[in-house]
């Protein structure tokens, strides 16, 4: 009976620290046993843990790393289609921009005073001719044509090409209408119009044609698209710095863990939570309950709905809440909770570096001290036997000698 009652002071179950392996030992000991490591070798295990984290997060093993490797190829999308999209309005606004100017242009040569006039005259290119080449460097177009009504140009930049039919739609200009259309001329891509050339009757008497290239219109613009590309790659760059410095911060976090792991970990945990004998429970720094396994739920008689709120704020017997909310050291402390005996261990999460918490473990003392409290009470009676033995066995041997 004695070595139960011995038995019954052994230390609770639960989950035990591990045990550093003794190759850990030999590998941290160093050359010479009690040695200290040098600034050298600390500053090259800085560099070996900082070289494995940037490993990890560009890796993409951890979480950490598939997040930046999703962040960037994200915010890379992002910089490319927004790239694509400003030179592809910067190709259209050159385009709409020579369009209109082409239109002015031969709208303004159309009207000007004379022009009309010049296609009655005995030899219009004699007239037109300088007038046409004046208009095209002033107002910086590719040509100027005037044609009479069946497209035969009576000017052109290039003097070879007068009297030789026009090349394009001419047809919506001689029923009056302004034409515009772009062709891929001799000089590259070109927006060119037609517009009728009217007596004051209003008789269409003939046509001009202005033309500008799209290169021409838009080099201003073409001349933006490198300063826009680097202003993407500059953008680029700061969000993946940002990206990283996140994902260095996450991998800090779950500890280099990748996906699996964490999941492995996290229904080992649950498994174990949900398996011990003993209550546990999980409190962080401001008091509240942040998990409690169903050992616990069943020892403290807790709600459903305990987690996420304060301890003090459960139906606590006083002593317990206040050691479960204070967050302070306790070795098998013994706690009344309605009519059971329980002993309670408690020890901080932020010993090393962890969140700010504690964590607390419940056994079920009631019938161990029940069976201490019979083993005791059958010692005493042994006891009493054994003095009532001793005392008549005495009295026998009096008796006989005598």
């Not at 296609?119 to 290119?125: A, E, F, G, I, Y």
Request: charged share 25%; glycine share 10%; no cysteine.
């Amino acid at each position: 009976m004695g070595r139960f009652g011995g038995g019954s002071a052994r230390r609770p179950s639960g989950p035990r620290p591990p045990q550093t392996p003794d190759h850990a030992h030999d590998r941290h000991e160093g050359p010479l046993k009690g040695s200290s490591p040098t600034r050298a070798e600390r500053d090259g295990d800085r560099t070996r843990r900082r070289s494995g984290a940037l490993r990890a997060v560009v890796g993409g093993r951890s979480v950490a790393g598939q997040v930046f490797v999703l962040q960037v190829v994200i915010v890379l999308l992002l910089v490319v289609a927004a790239v694509v999209a400003l030179v592809l309005q910067v190709r259209h606004d050159s385009t709409i921009e020579a369009r209109n100017r082409s239109v002015a242009v031969a709208q303004a040569f159309a009207n000007a005073p004379g022009t009309a006039e010049a296609l009655n005259s005995p030899h219009p290119t004699a007239v037109l001719q300088p007038r046409a080449e004046a208009a095209r460097k002033a107002t910086d177009v590719d040509f100027i044509v005037v044609m009479d009504t069946n497209g035969i140009r009576y000017t052109h930049p290039k003097p070879d090409r007068i009297g030789k039919k026009f090349v394009g739609n001419i047809a919506p200009a001689l029923a009056g209408r302004v034409v515009t259309e772009d062709i891929n001329g001799t000089i590259g891509p070109l927006v060119q119009a037609v517009v009728p050339i009217k007596a004051d009757d209003g008789k269409v008497v003939g046509l001009v044609s202005a033309g500008i290239t799209t290169a021409k219109v838009g080099g201003t613009a073409d001349q933006q698209v490198p300063l826009l590309l680097m202003a993407a790659a500059v953008g680029l760059a700061l969000a993946t710095a940002g990206t990283a410095l996140v994902s260095r911060r996450l991998l800090r976090q779950t500890h280099g863990l990748g996906p699996h792991e964490m999941t492995r970990m996290y229904e080992h945990h649950d498994a174990v939570l949900h398996a011990v004998r003993e209550g546990v429970l999980i409190v962080d720094g401001e008091g509240r309950l942040l998990l409690a396994n169903d050992e616990a739920h069943r020892l403290l008689d807790l709600p459903a709905d305990a987690e996420g709120r304060h301890v003090l704020d459960l139906a606590l017997p006083a002593d317990t809440a206040g050691l479960l909310a204070s967050g302070r050291v306790a070795t098998d402390e013994v706690h009344r909770v309605k009519d059971r005996l329980l002993a309670v261990n408690q020890r901080p999460t932020d010993i090393q570096g962890g969140p700010p918490g504690s964590v607390a473990t419940l056994r079920d003392s009631t019938e161990l001290r029940a069976l201490s409290g019979r083993a005791e009470v059958a010692r005493e009676r042994l006891d009493m036997l054994y003095d009532a033995t001793m005392g008549i066995g005495t009295s026998l041997d009096v008796t006989r000698t005598a």
